[in-house]
């Protein structure tokens, strides 16, 4: 037999038989029972109603996440980047407290061994050089120190808190400094013009909803989705706020007998905020008369103003806070060289125009890269941090990133929604739950700024409590509305739940969310009652765990909760999901092995997902007596088989 060696061993515990190889059902699981429904009590406890579970089914559909086999592009990278010229960076300036980064550019030797070391091996390196916009390039053309040259005249810095929120390094940087390969000044594509007298007076929705030129797949539009419900899952002093959401989508349009299912998604086309709309219009001092003045826009090519339309030449009427309100990613996408470009040729003061063209030239690559993998920038913040620019708005919006739609799982079966004894005039609803992405806001040290998405649906949310918390019945007055569309890409999640197997959920954070689905639906039919096990991670479970008490009466049986946070009561170390799954071992083993039986893991793929595999990597090692290339091969097959279905992001 292979021999095998690793890092973490399997306990023996009453859940976990590491030296036994025969895969058998877990002795004394509590047999669950089937209980008629009460008409009196609700089902999925998600308009603030407490819950009672009888029951148990199948089914599933949201954006796929591809794997990506990371050692060959490793080993092509590091081969590729032996070939490059020794690159040097020389930081004068004094090193200051920094927003954290999600990678930085670090000076290497020619050494093959210390390009693998400055990357790292596997996934988490692709992922590196794919942030970066080059996959190696900012090695190239690095600026050589010249302060010592005669006649050597340094850039002055600006002297604002937006560009020192930016943390450039900038290195011996002169205004007489030669910069070559700079980036072309991009085209503009579109163009304002006066709207024809003959044309229908535009009515503008740009604070409800999308304008209808916003479309996710013509020929179907956006569908604004009335909110029945809106309640906070986490409590005061959790990491990060959840919030849980009814929509009704009872009117939703056909679309051909394609239909919402449990582990699907949602596409959620979110605004963005008002206050940063009018942060850029005052920036670039846009007149107020102007800003929801109706024009004919009228572009040469592409898709943009829509999400995924047709490439062609565009003439429709909309008004300019339409389009930034609702077309243009203003805040979570990095800066790219031609929107650089772009604000260094309308800038008028000359160490800003020179810091801007450098860093769209072969000399400021390796600065560039360090600014695209930093903290989101938002077009605000780098505009204030070059405040001589003024770039024409249809010239900034031709380089702007489209806004795209966030995609959300539901985290309910929509049939068991739909079946609620207090649902009125058979109203049918689809939940999800968003957890609240927030980073560092430039204007102010410690303040936060939230995510385009979750953001938007904090407000939604904050609107409906707030008025239910005045007596106030929201859904009468307020006609919260939120721009959705059934998602188009498969789930692996959804794709793969069915059949009558047993299964085991692993998830972490929201991941939990589509878990609910899963389990509400099995807990409908009797024959799969026995056979799911849910292994849900969390910081803390006072604070933080989503859906506690929503999984019916036997919730407390088929669960097992693990808490991250440490220095709790007679608690050494933190515990996490992984560590979960190495006591569970002899249930992995069953499940993986059972006819029709399949492994779901759900969560972010940093720390939680890579400890998982690994975690089952080991279960298999052990339990089957396999190497370690054996058991990661192992787990290849189960997951082409789809047995083992892994969406992490």
Not at 7 to 31: C, G, L, M, V
Not at 82 to 105: C, M, Y
Not at 261 to 289: Q, S, T, W, Y
Not at 490 to 497: C, T, V
Request: charged letters at 25%.
């Amino acid at each position: 037999m292979a021999s095998h060696t690793r890092r973490h061993s399997i306990p023996t515990t009453a859940t976990s038989h590491p030296n036994d190889p025969i895969p058998s059902e877990p002795k004394n699981i509590p047999q669950r029972s089937l209980q008629p429904e009460q008409p009196e009590q609700t089902s999925p406890r998600s308009s603030g109603e407490s819950i009672i579970w009888s029951g148990t089914s199948s089914e599933s559909e949201a954006p796929l996440t591809p794997n990506t086999d990371a050692e060959p592009q490793i080993d092509e990278l590091v081969d590729k980047l032996q070939q490059l010229p020794t690159a040097a960076l020389n930081f004068d300036a004094p090193e200051k407290a920094q927003r954290g980064r999600r990678a930085s550019t670090t000076l290497i030797t020619e050494s093959a061994d210390d390009i693998r070391r400055l990357l790292g091996d596997g996934e988490t390196a692709t992922k590196l050089i794919s942030q970066c916009c080059g996959g190696g390039c900012c090695l190239l053309n690095t600026l050589a120190p010249d302060n010592a040259e005669p006649g050597f005249e340094p850039v002055v810095i600006p002297d604002n808190q937006a560009f020192r929120s930016l943390n450039l390094r900038l290195g011996p940087l002169g205004l007489a400094t030669e910069l070559t390969n700079t980036t072309p000044l991009p085209p503009v594509n579109l163009s304002f013009e006066p709207i024809s007298p003959s044309e229908p007076k535009h009515v503008s929705t740009v604070h409800k909803e999308p304008p209808q030129y916003v479309q996710p797949h013509p020929p179907y539009q956006v569908y604004s989705a009335p909110v029945y419900h809106a309640r906070e899952l986490t409590k005061p002093g959790a990491e990060k706020r959840t919030f849980h959401f009814d929509l009704d989508v009872t009117d939703y349009p056909d679309e051909g007998g394609v239909d919402f299912k449990v582990g699907g998604a949602v596409g959620i086309c979110p605004p963005n905020a008002p206050e940063i709309v009018d942060e850029l219009f005052d920036i670039l001092c846009i007149p107020k008369f102007v800003r929801d003045k109706p024009v004919l826009l009228k572009t040469k090519t592409g898709r943009w103003p829509t999400i995924w339309g047709d490439d062609q030449a565009r003439e429709l009427v909309t008004t300019r806070r339409e389009l930034l309100t609702w077309c243009a990613d203003l805040q979570s996408t990095p800066p790219t060289k031609n929107l650089l470009r772009l604000i260094a040729e309308y800038a008028g003061a000359p160490n800003e125009k020179k810091i801007l063209t450098y860093l769209s030239s072969a000399q400021g690559q390796a600065a560039f890269c360090d600014l695209r993998t930093s903290s989101h920038i938002t077009i605000a913040q780098l505009l204030s941090a070059f405040p001589s620019s003024k770039p024409p708005l249809p010239n900034l919006l031709s380089v702007l990133q489209q806004l795209m739609p966030r995609f959300y799982s539901l985290s309910n079966d929509p049939h068991i929604s739909s079946e609620r004894p207090s649902l009125p005039g058979n109203r049918r609803l689809i939940e999800m739950a968003v957890t609240i992405h927030e980073t560092p806001d430039w204007h102010k040290d410690g303040a936060t700024r939230t995510g385009v998405g979750s953001g938007y649906m904090e407000r939604i949310a904050q609107s409906f409590i707030g008025a239910e918390n005045e007596g106030i019945d929201p859904r009468a007055i307020l006609d919260l509305r939120v721009p959705m569309f059934r998602g188009l890409m498969a789930n692996p999640l959804s794709r793969q739940f069915g059949g009558e197997g047993p299964m085991v959920l692993i998830g972490a954070g929201v991941g939990m969310a589509p878990f609910r689905g899963f389990i509400l639906n099995r807990l409908k039919n009797a024959n799969c009652a026995n056979k799911i096990w849910l292994i849900q991670g969390v910081r803390d479970s006072m604070v933080d765990e989503l859906y506690s008490g929503e999984l019916g009466d036997h919730e407390a049986e088929i669960k097992k909760v693990v808490q991250s946070r440490k220095n709790k009561p007679g608690k050494s170390e933190a515990k996490y999901v992984q560590d979960e799954v190495r006591l569970q071992a002899d249930i992995v083993w069953f499940v993986i092995n059972a006819l029709d039986g399949r492994i779901f893991v759900c969560g972010s793929s940093k720390g939680m997902g890579e400890g998982v595999e690994s975690a089952l990597v080991d279960v298999v090692m052990q339990k089957g007596g396999m190497c370690e290339a054996e058991a990661k091969e192992f787990w290849n097959k189960k997951k082409d088989d789809g047995q083992y279905i892994a969406e992490t992001w």
